[in-house]
């Protein structure tokens, strides 16, 4: 089944690369490939540019945030043990928000500061990023109860600190007008004018958290008998339950800060591993993560080419897909008839 899902992921990327306003078949693809590396570059030829500057990072893209939404999302599930816990519960995605917003108002209101940094990162990536993992970091904070995190409090805690971080980022909307127009389409959830800077990035978020995540998928199975038998059985909980978060937390950040607020992908991908393989990390972790990558990419792929040349923001067709499952979903697990 792991095999099955590698190759469909390579296909979804194929055909990524393949549509879009221009059309590139697979034949034409290898032979700009291949050319592009004997040269050292796309050189003069537009269908090379095409490929190597504006295809390929955006499709690669869209598979690694797919990766980390859906990697976090198998880990926040098991640790708070419930089908409908997100990568979003933490307010991660309500500090991104945050510090994309305060990236925009900065520029529109021509403070000085550059549009990129000395890494050559954006300045509203970079923004997104830290008040991602600044959210994070205050939730840890107020969720500890004498050094350690019980799943309620820091379930709630999220829940708070994500509440009060968006009514932030819609006064800062309603404050500023014409000039924050440009994150409404960044909170909708967009791979446009995705860069190999972008790539890079994620591509070292995606193999670190997915790493810490491959070594806990023991500690994680016998975490869902809960965590009083967890610790009888040698699982140190609460130092787990740090890691998660951290693991998590970092994947989720650097998506957010890269493609904006992506909705539906950590919560409806493991979900639907689950159905499929069973419960066992060590097949869900790694199952997630591919097939995570398959549907953004896919996802993506719609959204720029339904109302070609103009394109919608990945994060509506997702949510399109998604919702219904999530209904269906919610309606199961009130029943009783789903849980891990």
Sequence with gaps: MLGGLGVALLLALLTGISVGAVDLPAARVAGLLWDALARGGAGDDAAARILLEIRLPRVLLAALVGASLASAGASFQALFRNPMADPYVL????????????????????????????????????????????????????????????????????????????????????????????????????????????????????????????????????????????????????????????????????????????????????????????GDHRIVVPASTLAGATVLVLCDTVARTIIAPAELPVGVVTALAGAPFFLYLLRSYASGGMGL
Aim: proline share 3%.
């Design 91 to 278: 307010g991660v995605s309500g500090g991104g928000a945050l510090g994309a917003a305060l990236a925009f108002y900065a520029l529109g209101t021509g403070t000085g500061l550059p549009a990129t940094d000395t890494l050559g990162f954006g300045l509203v990536p970079v923004c997104a990023f830290m008040g991602a993992v600044a959210a994070v970091t205050v939730v840890g904070r107020l969720a500890r109860v004498d050094g350690r995190l019980p799943v309620t409090t820091l379930l709630l805690a999220g829940v708070a600190v994500a509440a009060l971080l968006g009514a932030v980022v819609s006064l800062l909307v309603y404050l500023s007008g014409d000039q924050m127009r440009p994150l409404v389409f960044w909170l909708l959830g967009s791979l446009s004018g995705a860069s190999w800077r972008d790539v890079a990035a994620a591509a070292l978020s995606t193999a670190v958290g997915t790493g810490l995540l491959a070594r806990e998928v023991r500690a994680l199975n016998a975490l869902l008998t809960g965590e009083e038998p967890a610790y009888h059985l040698g699982v140190d909980v609460e130092r787990l339950k740090r890691r998660l978060l951290v693991a998590g937390s970092l994947l989720t950040a650097t998506a957010v800060s890269v493609s904006g607020v992506i909705g539906f992908v950590g919560l409806i991908v493991p979900q639907g591993v689950r159905l499929v393989l069973g």
